[in-house]
C-alpha cells in the first residue's frame, strides 16, 4: 500500500465529483490516525460518509488485522480516498 499515490483532481473540478465517479470501484480509504480500510466503494453523502463492502481493516504498519461486511466511515476521519487499481 505504500506504493500507492492519490489520484490528482483537475483544476475546477470538485472532489465530491471524483468520488463519486469511484461508486462501485475497489477503494482505499486511509484515516487521519494511520489505519486504512479496503474495500467496494457503496455510497457516498454529502459529509463524505464512506459505506464501504467486503471492508477490510488495516492498521498503520499494512498489517490486516480484520474483515468485514459493510461499514460505515465517518468523513471526518478520513484522510484520504484512492482507487488503488488506478494508482
Known sequence: ???LKPFQIETGKKPM???????GSP?????????????NLVKIDNYMNIY?????EYDDNEKQIA????IIIRGNNILYVINP???
Open 1 to 3: 500500500m505504500q506504493n
Open 67 to 70: 474483515s468485514y461486511g459493510d
Open 52 to 56: 464501504l463492502q467486503n471492508a477490510e
Open 27 to 39: 477503494v482505499l480509504v486511509k484515516l487521519k490516525n494511520g489505519m486504512s480500510y479496503k474495500g
Open 85 to 87: 487499481s488506478l494508482a
Open 17 to 23: 465529483e471524483e468520488l463519486l465517479k469511484l461508486i
